[in-house]
Structure formats: structure tokens, C-alpha cells
């Protein structure tokens, strides 16, 4: 049986782990600052999937998201399951965890991106209810 939990800092090597099967290498040390940082933020939340074996299967990050064109809404950072466990509905008790914190929050609607190479992914996202917004381009640029 699978739980859905908030994320812990304990939860950092799972987490850095499968961040890297999403295409986003990252430290186990790096990613427990951003869960701390995101746990002390009360405008976002972290849950983890965990097995019977206690084995981390997969995350979510959600944010609050302010703008001032469009009604608040709560964004997904990022959702990963364990590509050896995918297809068992861990990344829809995942969604769901998100969704209901979203209405906690005052939210009615959950927006999320995803890269126009996730086949896959867009295909779930289609049948948990999810609709294409648009398409766009993502711009990046480091200040130093």
C-alpha cells in the first residue's frame, strides 16, 4: 500500500535520486536546502510517495503562485515517479495530494509545464483531467 506524505529532510537522498531520473542531477545536500527552504514556506509544499518497504517512489513539489493578471493559482515545480514503479498510480495520489492542498490554500486551480519531449507525461496529465493551456518557449538568463 502506498502513502502519500509531506516530504521530510530525511527524504533528501530519495529525492536527489529521482530528481536525476527527471533530467535534473542534483546533490543530495542541495536539494535538502531547497526541501527546508520549501517546507518553512508556507506557500508550498513537498509530498513523497512511500512504499510498504518505506522506499521513497516518488515526489512532488507544488508552489503557491501569484500573479496579477490571473487568479492565484498553486504550479507544479515537479512530479516524478520511480521509472521502475510508474503506471501503479503513484503520480495520480501524487496529483491528488496536490490538488487537495490546493483548495487548503484558497486555490481552484493547478497549473503545471512540461517539456514538449515528456510524451508520456502529457499523456497522464490528459487523463488526470489536465487541459493544454498553449505552447511556449522558456527563456533562461544567469546574472552574475
Given at each position: 500500500?502506498?502513502?502519500?506524505?509531506?516530504?521530510?529532510?530525511?527524504?533528501?537522498?530519495?529525492?536527489?535520486?529521482?530528481?536525476?531520473?527527471?533530467?535534473?542531477?542534483?546533490?543530495?545536500?542541495?536539494?535538502?536546502?531547497?526541501?527546508?527552504?520549501?517546507?518553512?514556506?508556507?506557500?508550498?509544499?513537498?509530498?513523497?510517495?512511500?512504499?510498504?518497504?518505506?522506499?521513497?517512489?516518488?515526489?512532488?513539489?507544488?508552489?503557491?503562485?501569484?500573479?496579477?493578471?490571473?487568479?492565484?493559482?498553486?504550479?507544479?515545480?515537479?512530479?516524478?515517479?520511480?521509472?521502475?514503479?510508474?503506471?501503479?498510480?503513484?503520480?495520480?495520489?501524487?496529483?491528488?495530494?496536490?490538488?487537495?492542498?490546493?483548495?487548503?490554500?484558497?486555490?481552484?486551480?493547478?497549473?503545471?509545464?512540461?517539456?514538449?519531449?515528456?510524451?508520456?507525461?502529457?499523456?497522464?496529465?490528459?487523463?488526470?483531467?489536465?487541459?493544454?493551456?498553449k505552447v511556449s518557449q522558456t527563456f533562461i538568463k544567469?546574472?552574475?
Amino acid at each position: 500500500m502506498m502513502r502519500i506524505l509531506p516530504a521530510s529532510i530525511n527524504d533528501s537522498p530519495s529525492l536527489a535520486s529521482l530528481s536525476a531520473q527527471l533530467g535534473y542531477p542534483i546533490s543530495p545536500a542541495e536539494i535538502g536546502m531547497a526541501v527546508e527552504r520549501a517546507l518553512a514556506d508556507p506557500g508550498q509544499t513537498v509530498f513523497v510517495a512511500r512504499t510498504e518497504a518505506d522506499v521513497v517512489a516518488g515526489w512532488v513539489h507544488a508552489f503557491m503562485r501569484p500573479m496579477l493578471m490571473v487568479e492565484r493559482h498553486i504550479e507544479v515545480g515537479a512530479l516524478v515517479v520511480d521509472e521502475n514503479q510508474r503506471g501503479q498510480g503513484i503520480g495520480r495520489m501524487l496529483m491528488a495530494a496536490v490538488e487537495a492542498w490546493a483548495k487548503e490554500q484558497g486555490c481552484t486551480t493547478v497549473f503545471l509545464r512540461s517539456g514538449e519531449q515528456r510524451v508520456d507525461a502529457h499523456r497522464f496529465y490528459d487523463s488526470i483531467g489536465y487541459q493544454r493551456l498553449k505552447v511556449s518557449q522558456t527563456f533562461i538568463k544567469k546574472l552574475e
